[in-house]
Every structure is written in structure tokens, then in C-alpha cells.
């Protein structure tokens, strides 16, 4: 499945943003779908995750500000940011992985990134 994030920006603190990634190829609702973040100099960090079947894990530093969800028809997932903070600046990513592909938070078990958009949020 190919990937291709949008929807990053510059928002001030408190604000919201809406990340979107499309995919494109088959079976896009058998996929896990993940968020990733990543600012320079450190490793990528799990933000949220859906599963296929709709269940949902989340940081808990985005916990209770970041919702995702997915759209199968529209092959499309979400990544809604509520009460953003300078903290949370960085380079997102989407990913998709296999449903049997155990666990959520690790990226290594991410077949396939998108491109990666940028938040970038004032203080």
C-alpha cells in the first residue's frame, strides 16, 4: 500500500489540526494504521494507532487531545489534534502495517510510511 500524507502547518498553541493520509492499493481496510512523529536528532515516536478492525491506541502524552480514525471506503486515516502544544512539533508520518503483525507502537513493524508532513505549533 502507498501512503501520502497532508494536512500539517503552522497552528499557534491551542489550536487544532487535521492530518490526513490517503492510501492507495488493496485490502487498505485490512491494514493496522499508525502515526508517527519525529523531530531531528531523535528517534521516530508512536502517536496513535487503528487497528483494522477499529480499535485504537494512543501516547500517552497525545492521550485525551489526539483522536484517529479511519475511513475504509474513502481508504483514508486521521489524525485529529486538539490543544496542541510547541511539544508537539514535528514531522508526521502514516504507516500501515499487516493486521498480523503483532503490536502497534513499534515502528519497525510498519511495512509501508508516507512521506511525512510537518506541524509546527508557536508558543
Known amino acids: 500500500v502507498q501512503l501520502q500524507a497532508s494536512g500539517g502547518g503552522l497552528v499557534q498553541g491551542g489550536g487544532s489540526l487535521r492530518l490526513s493520509c490517503a492510501a492507495s492499493?488493496?485490502?487498505?481496510?485490512?491494514?493496522?494504521m499508525g502515526w508517527f512523529r519525529q523531530v531531528p536528532g531523535k528517534d521516530r515516536e508512536f502517536v496513535a494507532s487503528?487497528?483494522?478492525?477499529?480499535?485504537?491506541y494512543y501516547a500517552d502524552s497525545v492521550k485525551g487531545r489526539f483522536t484517529v480514525s479511519r475511513d475504509n471506503a474513502k481508504n483514508t486515516v486521521a489524525l485529529q489534534m486538539n490543544s496542541l502544544k510547541p511539544e508537539d512539533t514535528a514531522v508526521y508520518y502514516c504507516a500501515a502495517k499487516a493486521y498480523f503483525r503483532v503490536g502497534y507502537a513499534d515502528p519497525e513493524i510498519y511495512d509501508s510510511w508516507g512521506q511525512g508532513t510537518q506541524v509546527t505549533v508557536s508558543s
Open positions: 492499493g488493496r485490502a487498505f481496510s485490512t491494514y493496522d
Open positions: 487503528i487497528r483494522s478492525g477499529g480499535s485504537t
